[in-house]
């Protein structure tokens, strides 16, 4: 029994010298985000897991473009696909740098309001970031809404509303480097006005430019 109670102390001691050593999360600096916004694809996950997500960002002359697919469950409850795919094309406006919180924050504005509005909508059978040979094209993000809408008897004006409450306004972005198996790094995206929170964990295989 005294040999097996030596034996757990020595561990518990290692452990916690080993848990005082290990490196702790590193928040992006500047030029970590000068690097995520360069030609190259970063591929994601949300916290919780319900979403999965690929940015595509190149260069159009001096323009810095993304091509954003995000795979989502369905919001419809009367679709026979189970998941949505949204891809989003639009030209990257990348914000200031906020040496306080040391993160990126960008104000959104009409025209992510119609970059949102004009992204395309696919219905699928899996929840893979990238178009399936079976996925099913249903047209614009707005219109498949729209049709939603007036199939479930709800009002377009409130989806309108709904709409720019969810994209206007200050977004900020603050990431770090994390100690994980598979991913890479994570940003939190907080929409200022509300607060509410999104989650991207970026997996490792990310091609950083």
Same mark, same amino acid.
């Given at each position: 029994?005294?040999?097996?109670?030596?034996?757990?102390?020595? &561990?518990?001691?290692?452990?916690?010298?080993?848990?005082?050593?290990?490196?702790?999360?590193?928040?992006?600096?500047?030029? !970590?985000?000068?690097?995520?916004?360069?030609?190259?694809?970063?591929?994601?996950?949300?916290?919780?897991?319900?979403?999965?997500?690929?940015?595509?960002?190149?260069?159009?002359?001096?323009? &810095?473009?993304? +091509?954003?697919?995000?795979?989502?469950?369905?919001?419809?409850?009367?679709?026979?696909?189970?998941?949505?795919?949204?891809?989003?094309?639009?030209?990257?406006?990348?914000?200031?740098?906020?040496?306080?919180?040391?993160?990126?924050?960008?104000?959104?504005?009409?025209?992510?309001?119609?970059?949102?509005?004009?992204?395309?909508?696919?219905?699928?059978?899996?929840?893979?970031?990238?178009?399936?040979?079976?996925?099913?094209?249903?047209?614009? &993000?707005?219109?498949?809404?729209?049709?939603?809408? +007036?199939? =479930?008897?709800?009002?377009?004006?409130?989806?309108?509303?709904?709409?720019?409450?969810?994209?206007?306004?200050?977004?900020?972005?603050?990431?770090?480097?994390?100690?994980?198996?598979? =991913?890479?790094?994570?940003?939190?995206?907080?929409?200022?006005? !509300?607060?509410?929170?999104?989650?991207?964990? =970026?997996? +490792?295989?990310?091609?950083?430019?």
């Amino acid at each position: 029994m005294r040999i097996a109670m030596t034996l757990a102390l020595s &561990l518990a001691l290692a452990f916690q010298a080993a848990a005082q050593t290990e490196p702790k999360r590193r928040a992006f600096i500047e030029a !970590d985000y000068a690097t995520f916004f360069s030609p190259g694809i970063r591929q994601y996950a949300t916290e919780p897991a319900e979403r999965q997500g690929i940015l595509a960002f190149s260069r159009r002359g001096r323009d &810095l473009m993304l +091509k954003h697919t995000e795979a989502m469950p369905k919001w419809d409850p009367g679709s026979l696909y189970p998941f949505v795919k949204v891809i989003l094309s639009n030209k990257v406006e990348i914000g200031s740098w906020d040496n306080t919180t040391k993160a990126r924050v960008y104000r959104a504005n009409e025209a992510d309001v119609e970059a949102k509005k004009n992204a395309v909508v696919w219905l699928s059978n899996n929840k893979r970031p990238e178009i399936s040979a079976n996925d099913a094209r249903v047209g614009t &993000l707005w219109g498949y809404n729209v049709s939603l809408a +007036k199939r =479930y008897r709800t009002d377009v004006n409130q989806l309108e509303a709904w709409l720019r409450r969810e994209t206007m306004g200050i977004v900020s972005m603050g990431c770090e480097f994390v100690r994980d198996a598979t =991913y890479e790094f994570e940003c939190v995206h907080t929409h200022l006005e !509300d607060g509410a929170k999104q989650i991207h964990r =970026y997996l +490792k295989r990310t091609d950083m430019g």
